[in-house]
């Protein structure tokens, strides 16, 4: 539901176009697995379903057909629209109704769920940047006219990335709640609570991790 052009054109994270496939790809993968486990699958695959569909953004003055589908923000948030009628000139917005009706599956899906991908692979790829495997083990890869964020500018740095993930997660979950387990007629069961949690994290650097004291355990 996303890839590298997504994370470069989307500008919802700081993803240049010169960082190299290899090296962000790999994280792209476990964060769609985390989200088919998260969602319900019939949820799931529609989602996927309208994905394949490469809905654009709306342009004017292009001409759009009945059922012509665009995204377009209002409020803040990127949603996707379904036109009624054959229209020219005419702006995606919940007021102009003759025209447009809002498809929440689609405004779910651009408006919710690929950013909170965006930033759930960025948060994996700054966790793991700059590390190579070789035969020799890890290795941290650096060069002359850059200098490695380090100690508390990095910790500080992965907080920040982390807490943006996990607040577009919630607002992802939060979205669906609202919704009463049906988008756009595609019917999907409660999501569990336990899985609306974020599970990947990082020791804060230089902490120790203690282990508890299980002896009143008993």
């Known amino acids: 539901m996303i890839t590298k052009s997504y994370l470069v054109d989307s500008v919802v994270i700081p993803v240049h176009a010169n960082v190299k496939d290899n090296q962000i790809l790999p ?10 486990a998260s969602l319900p699958i019939e949820l799931y695959t529609a989602l996927d379903t309208l994905y394949a569909e490469n809905v654009g953004a709306w342009s004017n003055p292009k001409h759009f057909l009945e059922d012509a589908k665009c995204t377009y923000p209002e409020l803040g948030i990127l949603k996707m629209w379904e036109a009624v009628q054959d229209n020219n000139k005419q702006t995606p917005s919940t007021s102009n109704d003759a025209n447009w009706t809002e498809l929440q599956l689609g405004t779910f899906l651009v408006g919710y769920v690929q ?19 070789t035969h020799q083990g890890l290795q941290q890869l650096s060069n002359e006219t850059a200098q490695p964020v380090s100690g508390n500018n990095l910790q500080a740095f992965l907080n920040y990335w982390k807490n943006q993930r996990d607040i577009h997660r919630r607002r992802m979950f939060s979205y669906l709640e609202e919704k009463s387990n049906t988008l756009d007629g595609v019917e999907y069961t409660e999501v569990e609570a336990s899985k609306k949690k974020s599970r990947f ?5 230089g902490r120790i991790t203690r282990q508890p004291d299980t002896s009143s355990w008993r």
Request: aromatic residues 14%.
């Open 27 to 36: 994280y792209i993968t476990p964060a769609l697995d985390g989200l088919r």
């Open 115 to 133: 950013p909170y991908l965006a930033h759930d692979v960025f948060y994996a790829y700054c966790v793991n940047s700059g590390v190579n495997i």
């Open 201 to 205: 994290s990082i020791r804060g650097i």
